[in-house]
């Protein structure tokens, strides 16, 4: 069982579409990430909150957009995406940076038509 | 910027036989992560390694962190079909919430 939370577990939508996923944990950590992971590859960083602020944006087109609301809550909207944006979105929460251990949660299939 | 490959990217054997993946980075690690994601699930945290030359193990696997802290390995001794996953390695940064992945390797095991 995992202690990240993630909803929807499948989501299809048209390219006009306007979509979030969301994210909840409740250990207590004060970091949240979304990873995006294509079939056969690792787990690409996309964006970090730390203390409910984000502190790292890896360059991830302005289609996503990521919140967080409180200290358990991640979300991630998603607006015009594109086929290629088709991917395991993952969700993942740690104490602390570095040295601290990811928990993921396990994921949402995100399918873009 | 930094990389972080592992090989083999596939590997493909008998129920009963050893395996062995390799995780070389391009720069010094501050610490390896190794996690193992089942086809179809999630990442999973294994195990950490922090010091040089450092050898964990856990029942059937065991993890070492090489000297120089470049590279890391683990070895899986009289697989299972349980141990059917991907193993990813990784640089959890000190200081940074960067967590940079290896490049993986699919384990399969035939039984």
């Known amino acids: 069982d995992t202690e990240v939370t993630q909803t929807p577990k499948h989501l299809v939508m048209g390219m006009t579409n306007k979509k979030s996923l969301k994210c909840e944990q409740h250990?207590?950590?004060?970091?949240m990430y979304w990873y995006k992971q294509k079939a056969k590859k690792p787990p690409e960083l996309m964006f970090v909150y730390s203390y409910e602020k984000l502190s790292i944006n890896e360059s991830v087109p302005s289609r996503f957009s990521p919140e967080c609301p409180n200290s358990s809550l991640l979300n991630l909207h998603l607006h015009a995406l594109q086929p290629e944006d088709s991917a395991l979105y993952l969700c993942?929460?740690?104490?602390?940076?570095?040295?601290?251990?990811?928990?993921f949660g396990a994921g949402s299939r995100l399918t873009v038509l | 910027g930094q990389q972080v490959m592992q090989i083999p990217q596939y590997q493909h054997v008998q129920e009963g036989e050893d395996f062995t993946t390799y995780c070389n980075s391009s720069?010094?690690?501050?610490?390896i992560q190794w996690y193992k994601q089942r086809p179809g699930g999630h990442p999973v945290f294994l195990i950490q390694l922090v010091k040089s030359g450092e050898v964990k193990k856990q029942k059937r696997l065991t993890f070492q962190f090489g000297e120089a802290k470049k590279n890391s390995s683990l070895h899986i001794t009289a697989t299972q079909t349980t141990d059917v996953g991907t193993y990813f390695c990784a640089d959890g940064t000190s200081g940074t919430y960067k967590y940079i992945f290896g490049t993986g390797t699919r384990l399969k095991v035939l039984a």
């Open positions: 993942a929460s740690s104490d602390g940076p570095g040295a601290n251990v990811l928990t």
């Open positions: 720069t010094t690690l501050s610490n």
């Open positions: 250990m207590g950590h004060r970091a």
